[in-house]
């Protein structure tokens, strides 16, 4: 688990991690090879069911340090 910098209260949050395996960046498509930083962009949403109920739904994307614009944690 590496840092981690909250863009917006409880909804979404970066962390600065190294890869364990080889992974594909979501933005550029190029890929993070083992032991490289990347940036693991949390995201989470409030979605519903069709019987009327209610979740968070967590995405993970993974973005090459490259390709990301903002703010290191």
Known sequence: MGKRKWLTPNK???ELVVA?????????GKPI???????LDCINYVTKTKFDKVFLK?????ICLNSWQGDLP
């Open 33 to 39: 090879f083992k032991g490289d930083r990347y940036v």
């Open 58 to 62: 967590w995405y993970r994307n993974k």
């Open 12 to 14: 979404e949050y970066i």
């Open 20 to 28: 364990r395996k080889n992974y594909i960046c979501k933005e550029c």
